[in-house]
């Protein structure tokens, strides 16, 4: 991990709001451990909009993956920054009304002395973080700013109930004697712009040191402002003949090398994966005492001045990243390091696709720990301030799957348990490739032992679904999406996989023009507005757990499809994901939290706009054309799609390999960056178990029509071959290829 940190380091060099409270700002991080930040806000009315009015307008551009060029919109406000080198980066500041109030700002990053918010520093859930980064505007216009080295005391970081709670962390500024660092913004105007007074600033005055600094401009269209900022352990000197030209210079070339490589979609399962990124990108934010790039929840839930970490969402971040950055990936599978849900998944699928093997070594032993090899024992509802079963559901507040009014005791927990036996399997993939075989056997063991026990106390046969059940016998009422969580576990028998995906497009229970609401339309409770005793919060009808439909169970649902070649319905379900998620983006810029069942729009009260695990929903759309199989050891990737309308992805990683992916009107076609093309003519066909080394090659193809197919390998001659409709494997050596059939 100590690679996967240094990295994580460096990026911080690139602005793109890794301060979270800043979204049109940027970030430096001084080499000892200061942190600098330059923030852009503008004009409306009487005053410049704050942090969060900003939040609430700003919309993500292109941000690329490495951190080196960045975007942003807020109202006629448009925002870019590339990075020059790991100290120094360049921005540029342009509007779109002409007129417009322009503010550029430095200040201490993640500063939160004298924010008007109240931390308490002995709430363990919190930590807050005081920047000693002192400036003032210098004579020839520039700010400038110094600060002496800040120590971190780590302190321990520990998941519990959900969240990261630290303790004994604090942070100590040494004496200027052991080091300072500087800090220096140039702001370069367009030609007959001149400076605004800008009686707000705390240094407005030459030689007047204060927390922060900034200068006003007056903007048109086709104005610009560039900034320069830099930060050392030595004083920095004017940067001389740079100029505006040059500077712009810097921000095109890095805009060109980021459209050359992005990813990149189309048609009704790619089109939201470039948004997708560029959302979710712009979340990134550095952690000031893990010193580490990672992807909060969303930073309207840091707006406390808190560094608070749940382990639930860090880890599907963890999943969103690994497509397009292995080292934040691992950054956040190591921040929610414990996560007892869903920590053993985010592992081995981030490492399916980065193959990163010191993260298998650093998490191993935690998740061991949790889940020792020979445990193979369902979860019990347990107890949370006297709130009974709080392991049905959990995370989901408002839910009334733990069904308090029947007053019938406790139930087992088929969330939880499913939970548990994909990671009991998770570990043995793990294991294996760690050398752990007696471990991995035993975790294998463990696994069929939780297979065999969740169809003996889940499944409902009379309903044919899983249902939570009661210690007593007596099954739950109450349905939700859950209920789907066992294909996931590889629980299923094949009759029984039939029976479930009636349920899930039964119109009157899940399916529909939004799916998958978090609550059975024909449950009681369904729509209804709760009270969530232990917060003392209402939520409205349809919202939360009672209806609004979430990102986290469709992906999780739609892994489980996959899992089981129901690659029909898997479509489907991604491609109305997809359209969920981006009608919303595409009218609002939001990225939900949750969304209202009836309408697709995002539910107005207690869903956040910018929410990170929101992403895992265009996120099916790029699985569905491309994918690793987390459930599948060895190195093959996954393609194709039974939707039949056309469709790509081009500049998509997979194993190490950038791969372009297009579907529709009865082709598939795949193309490598080492050479290796595949394509199929026909009709729709999803290839999985996909290997190709040298001249030899081999996968599973499945279709509903008889299909020709041509590949070309590296070095080698194009190959053709007529495959049948149905299942059938491929393998391919010498130029020879051989087709059988297969049962799924």
């Given amino acids: ?381 347990n107890s949370r301030g006297g709130d009974k079963n709080w392991s049905v559901g959990k995370g989901m507040d408002d839910t009334p799957m733990r069904e308090h009014g029947r007053h019938m005791g406790e139930l087992f927990s088929l969330d939880a348990s499913c939970m548990k036996a994909w990671s009991l399997e998770a570990l043995a993939w793990m294991a294996t490739a760690l050398g752990e075989e007696a471990d991995a056997a035993q975790y294998r063991r463990d696994h069929q032992v939780m297979v065999a026990t969740l169809n003996l106390v889940f499944w409902n046969p009379e309903h044919g679904t899983y249902r939570n059940r009661y210690f007593s016998g007596e099954w739950a009422v109450t349905e939700s999406p859950t209920s789907f969580y066992p294909w996931l576990a590889c629980a299923p028998s094949a009759q029984q996989s039939d029976r479930l995906a009636k349920t899930l497009l039964n119109p009157d229970k899940f399916w529909g023009p939004y799916v998958i609401p978090s609550l059975a339309k024909d449950d009681p409770e369904y729509g209804k507005p709760s009270f969530e005793e232990h917060a003392g919060r209402i939520f409205p009808p349809y919202s939360y757990w009672r209806g609004a439909v979430w990102a986290p169970p469709n992906f999780l649902t739609y892994e489980g499809l996959k899992r089981y070649e129901l690659d029909e319905i898997a479509a489907e379900l991604a491609a109305k994901s997809v359209d969920l998620w981006w009608g919303n983006w595409t009218a609002h810029g939001w990225s939900s939290e949750n969304y209202d069942p009836r309408t697709g729009e995002r539910s107005k009260m207690w869903s956040h706009k910018h929410q990170s695990w929101s992403m895992l929903l265009p996120l099916l759309g790029l699985k569905e054309l491309i994918d690793v199989e987390w459930w599948d050891a060895a190195e093959a990737i996954r393609f194709g799609s039974m939707s039949n309308e056309g469709s790509a992805v081009r500049n998509c990683r997979v194993r190490g390999r950038s791969c372009d992916v297009s579907i529709g009107e009865g082709r598939t076609q795949m193309r490598r960056d080492d050479g290796v093309t595949f394509l199929a003519v026909g009709g729709p066909c999803v290839v999985r178990g996909f290997r190709a080394h040298e001249r030899e090659c081999s996968f599973r193809v499945k279709s509903g029509q008889a299909l020709r197919i041509e590949l070309t390998l590296t070095g080698a001659e194009p190959v053709t071959l007529d495959v049948p409709a149905g299942y059938h494997r491929v393998a391919i050596e010498a130029g020879r290829a051989s087709v059988t059939p297969y049962q799924r």
Avoid at 38 to 47: N, P, T
């Fill in 1 to 381: 991990m100590a690679e996967s940190s240094e990295c994580n380091r460096n990026a911080v060099a690139c602005g793109g709001g890794l301060d979270y409270a800043e979204w049109t700002g940027a970030m430096l991080a001084g080499p000892g451990n200061t942190l600098w930040g330059v923030r852009v806000s503008y004009q409306e009315g009487a005053k410049f909009l704050d942090r969060w009015e900003i939040y609430e307008i700003a919309k993500a551009g292109p941000y690329a993956a490495d951190g080196s060029f960045a975007q942003m919109e807020a109202g006629p406000l448009t925002v870019t920054w590339a990075r020059l080198r790991d100290n120094e980066m360049v921005g540029e500041v342009s509007v779109r009304q002409d007129g417009t109030a322009v503010r550029v700002e430095a200040y201490p990053a993640h500063h939160f002395e004298g924010s008007g918010l109240e931390i308490s520093p002995d709430d363990p859930a919190f930590a807050a973080y005081v920047g000693p980064c002192r400036f003032r505007l210098g004579s020839d216009g520039a700010i400038v700013g110094r600060s002496p080295h800040v120590v971190t005391v780590a302190g321990l970081t520990n998941i519990t109930g959900g969240n990261a709670i630290i303790t004994g962390r604090r942070q100590e500024i040494l004496d200027e004697s052991q080091g300072v660092d500087h800090f220096r913004l140039e702001i370069l105007p367009s030609p007959g712009v001149t400076p605004l007074d800008c009686p707000s600033s705390e240094a407005s005055e030459p030689g007047t040191e204060s927390l922060r600094a900034g200068r006003d401009f007056r903007l048109g269209k086709g104005d610009r402002l560039t900034l320069r900022a830099r930060v050392s352990a030595s004083p920095i000197a004017p940067a001389g003949a740079t100029d505006q030209k040059a500077t712009l210079s810097v921000v095109e070339q890095a805009a060109k090398q980021h459209q050359s490589t992005r990813l990149w979609g189309e048609g009704p399962l790619g089109k939201a994966i470039e948004a997708t990124y560029q959302e979710l990108l712009w979340m990134s934010t550095w952690h000031p005492f893990e010193k580490k790039v990672f992807l909060p929840p969303g930073r309207a839930w840091m707006r406390g001045g808190g560094y608070n970490l749940w382990g639930w969402d860090e880890n599907f971040n963890a999943v969103l990243a690994a497509v397009v950055n292995g080292n934040l990936a691992a950054a956040n599978v190591w921040m929610a390091l414990g996560c007892e849900r869903l920590g053993p998944y985010a592992v081995w699928a981030v490492y399916q696709r980065q193959g990163d093997a010191a993260l298998l070594r650093d998490c191993y032993p935690t998740y061991r720990k949790i889940y020792p090899p020979g445990n193979a024992t369902l979860v019990r509802g």
